[in-house]
């Protein structure tokens, strides 16, 4: 069982919201600003073709997440067919972190995951990765740890089951 609060957080969450914030799917003409942003935090994330997020907007797996009409974070995921959502990528400008807006991204992403019918995300990154504490935080636990095929990294699998208790 996740223990996240989503009481508390639903209410931050509409809050956020209701202000200057808005998630919304990502279009096309936004790519030079999500790019902008994934290249500034390539060392967190790592490299993003333009292509590749081309392809996630046109496939509808990539939502940005806008302060005052400025988009500051995106999360880029896919639907499996089964009953598992990917995350790929999550990021939030350096400027933006610690405010809650990576945050709501993954509530986003919960509730869509849970509206398609999923049961689980799942997410890797680097053993060594900065985001380990925030994972917690959201309610994800590590599934296992593996060494990449490719590159040699060590990698944590972090899941975070979906039932009706979490959302």
Known sequence: MNNFNYEKYNSDFDRMLNSDVEVTKARLEEVPQIKSIADKNKNLIGFILRGSLVESIEKENLVVLKYKKIIIGFINYHHRKDSQTTLYEICVDEN???????????????????????????????????????????????????????????????????????T
């Not at 509206?115 to 590590?142: E, M, V, W």
């Open 96 to 166: 933006n972190r610690n405010k809650g807006y990576g945050k709501i991204l993954i509530n986003y992403l919960l509730q869509e995951a849970k509206s398609q019918k999923k049961k689980t995300l799942l997410l890797n990154c680097p053993i060594d990765g900065i985001a380990h504490s925030f994972y917690l935080r959201c309610g994800f636990k590590i599934k296992s740890t593996r060494t990449h095929t490719k590159n040699g990294k060590k990698l944590v699998t972090w899941v975070y089951k979906l039932d009706d208790n979490n």
